[in-house]
T-cell receptor, first 110, second 113 residues
Framework: GQQLNQSPQSMFIQEGEDVSMNCTSSSIFNTWLWYKQDPGEGPVLLIALYKAGELTSNGRLTAQFGITRKDSFLNISASIPSDVGIYFCAGRSTTDKLIFGTGTRLQVFP | DSGVTQTPKHLITATGQRVTLRCSPRSGDLSVYWYQQSLDQGLQFLIQYYNGEERAKGNILERFSAQQFPDLHSELNLSSLELGDSALYFC????????????FGSGTRLTVV
């Protein structure tokens, strides 16, 4: 099925470091969403972006809707152990399909 | 607790068998979505129901089917199971037909042996 390309695939960082991940597509999207999945749980919505260029924060998380509408970025500042999990981007296409990225697996070491 | 309830949490079954996964959406949500997540894979959209009617179809195999009942709960039926069907199956719900974010349940882990 169609998926977005997310990078990096995985990250191993030390507590306190900042994290950046991105999502790219060959198609344009009307909405970008970022989800986090804890082990054994379903994804939980972190941030939603509705227009090109938009920059939105949720605590230590900041996400941006790329100007080309084909990409989005998520930054996590001053990481803590509970940031561990899989981060998924999702884009809503012009045909209203919600397509998920391949995920970025984040490990935080104390 | 997200408000989306999925049962059972775990299911182990043999190849060739049939299973039914159940989902109760969040109160007030009319849409139910089913996703499959295989090991180390992203989320693959299977199917969406809105208020009892099928609204969108993704990469759902012919051996799989779903329905949404009048009380809005949904069931995903998987038949003639193969080893490759082993995965996490998530249900999500939203208020309308097209929403900006879904609420996911905690999933059913299906293991086919």
């Amino acid at each position: 099925g169609q998926q977005l390309n997310q990078s990096p695939q995985s990250m191993f960082i030390q507590e306190g470091e900042d994290v950046s991940m991105n999502c790219t597509s060959s198609s344009i999207f009307n909405t970008w969403l970022w989800y986090k999945q804890d082990p054994g749980e379903g994804p939980v919505l972190l941030i939603a972006l509705y227009k090109a260029g938009e920059l939105t924060s949720n605590g230590r998380l900041t996400a941006q809707f790329g100007i080309t509408r084909k990409d989005s970025f998520l930054n996590i500042s001053a990481s803590i152990p509970s940031d561990v999990g899989i981060y998924f981007c999702a884009g809503r296409s012009t045909t209203d399909k919600l397509i998920f990225g391949t995920g970025t697996r984040l490990q935080v070491f104390p | 607790d997200s408000g989306v309830t999925q049962t059972p949490k775990h299911l182990i079954t043999a190849t060739g068998q049939r299973v039914t996964l159940r989902c109760s959406p969040r109160s007030g949500d009319l849409s139910v979505y089913w996703y499959q997540q295989s090991l180390d894979q992203g989320l693959q959209f299977l199917i969406q129901y809105y208020n009892g009617e099928e609204r969108a179809k993704g990469n759902i195999l012919e051996r799989f089917s779903a329905q949404q009942f009048p009380d809005l709960h949904s069931e995903l039926n998987l038949s003639s199971l193969e080893l490759g069907d082993s995965a996490l199956y998530f249900c999500a719900s939203s208020v309308g037909q097209v929403d900006y974010g879904y609420t996911f349940g905690s999933g059913t882990r299906l293991t086919v042996v």
